[in-house]
């Protein structure tokens, strides 16, 4: 199956109040993984490479194409999205891969440059038919603490999507990236006003502190893509260690990789249900365009 396009499986769950996964890929075993766990679901996934894992391969290319090729064999309709990219030039390179989407980061600059850099960014992108998506306000966990006083505010955010063109926008409601355990507090509230006031999709990013029940509520509540990564590292490590502690002559990567890959897969159909992800009778068009708003 072709890549479909970011904007139109998103544009599709907002429509249907249906939330999207979008999934880490770190190693090969995740894109695989993360493919096969959507089609158990019948649901559509977005697969993402972020900045941090095109510098742990040493470039975009050799993750980059893997995780392309996986999903251009899936069954269920894929797109495939960098994430997280403060690098203008990453984001070039992404979308001359064939990338569906980018998510450029210029949250930790002052609004009015955040706002200048970032819509230069989504004229490039527009004008090869690919997907942006953008931050503000400030997830925690990567160079600081989440606290209140930095989280989105609705008035600010629908100015900000205006002044950028941008085609989704992540937005700080309470999570924090690289949470191990899963109870963050999540503002419904304000959740709510956001969806009232942003006229594109929403996204929840560090999903992985989230509980059950409260992704399903954030979804109810207004969010569309919602990025789970250390969740899934948390499940594929558990089991490789699992696996080599139950036979310490295991040598063969294959027989320690393989199952963790075979539990990501099903943690990855069990979260898109959580999201209330399953495609309609029907699904929705394979196109490759991302449909920028």
């Given at each position: 199956?072709?890549?479909?396009?970011?904007g139109?499986?998103?544009?599709?769950?907002?429509?249907a109040?249906?939330?999207?996964?979008?999934?880490?890929?770190?190693?090969?075993e995740?894109?695989?993984?993360?493919?096969?766990?959507?089609e158990?679901?019948?649901?559509?996934?977005?697969?993402?490479?972020?900045?941090?894992?095109?510098?742990?391969?040493?470039?975009?290319?050799p993750i980059?194409?893997?995780?392309l090729?996986?999903?251009?064999?899936?069954?269920?309709?894929?797109?495939v999205?960098?994430?997280?990219?403060t690098s203008?030039?990453?984001?070039?390179?992404?979308?001359?891969?064939?990338?569906?989407?980018?998510?450029?980061?210029?949250?930790?600059?002052a609004?009015?440059e955040?706002?200048?850099?970032t819509?230069?960014?989504?004229?490039?992108?527009?004008?090869?038919?690919?997907?942006?998506?953008?931050?503000?306000?400030?997830?925690?966990?990567?160079?600081?603490?989440?606290?209140?006083?930095?989280?989105?505010?609705?008035?600010?955010?629908a100015?900000?999507?205006?002044?950028?063109?941008?085609d989704?926008?992540?937005?700080?409601?309470?999570?924090?990236?690289?949470?191990?355990?899963?109870?963050?507090?999540?503002d419904?509230?304000?959740?709510g006003?956001?969806?009232?006031?942003?006229?594109?999709?929403?996204?929840?990013?560090?999903?992985?502190g989230?509980?059950?029940?409260?992704?399903?509520?954030?979804?109810d509540a207004?969010?569309?893509?919602?990025?789970?990564?250390?969740?899934?590292?948390?499940?594929?490590?558990?089991?490789?260690?699992r696996?080599?502690?139950?036979?310490?002559?295991?040598?063969d990567?294959?027989?320690y990789?393989?199952?963790?890959?075979?539990?990501?897969?099903?943690?990855v159909?069990?979260?898109?249900?959580v999201l209330?992800?399953?495609?309609?009778?029907?699904?929705?068009?394979?196109?490759?365009?991302?449909?920028?708003?």
């Open positions: 199956m072709p890549l479909t396009g970011t139109v499986i998103a544009t599709a769950a907002v429509a109040a249906r939330g999207v996964g979008a999934f880490n890929v770190i190693q090969l995740h894109a695989q993984a993360i493919v096969a766990g959507a158990a679901a019948g649901a559509p996934v977005i697969l993402q490479v972020s900045e941090n894992a095109v510098r742990y391969h040493g470039a975009l290319a980059g194409a893997a995780t090729t996986v999903a251009c064999a899936a069954k269920v309709p894929v797109a999205h960098l994430d997280h990219a203008v030039e990453l984001v070039h390179e992404a979308v001359e891969s064939g990338f569906t989407s980018v998510m450029f980061d210029a949250s930790v600059l609004y009015e955040n706002v200048r850099t819509a230069e960014v989504v004229e490039h992108c527009h004008a090869a038919g690919v997907w942006v998506e953008a931050e503000l306000g400030e997830v925690g966990g990567k160079d600081g603490v989440h606290v209140p006083g930095v989280r989105t505010d609705p008035a600010e955010a100015a900000f999507v205006a002044a950028t063109g941008v989704a926008l992540a937005v700080a409601v309470g999570t924090s990236h690289a949470m191990l355990t899963r109870d963050a507090a999540l419904f509230e304000l959740i006003r956001l969806r009232e006031a942003v006229p594109v999709p929403l996204v929840l990013h560090g999903s992985s989230v509980a059950d029940k409260d992704l399903t509520a954030a979804v207004g969010m569309t893509k919602v990025n789970i990564a250390t969740h899934l590292n948390q499940v594929f490590t558990t089991t490789v260690r696996t080599l502690a139950d036979d310490a002559r295991l040598v990567t294959r027989r990789l393989g199952p963790a890959r075979t539990a990501v897969a099903a943690e159909a069990r979260l898109l249900g209330k992800a399953t495609l309609p009778t029907g699904g929705l068009s394979h196109d490759r365009r991302s449909q920028p708003a």
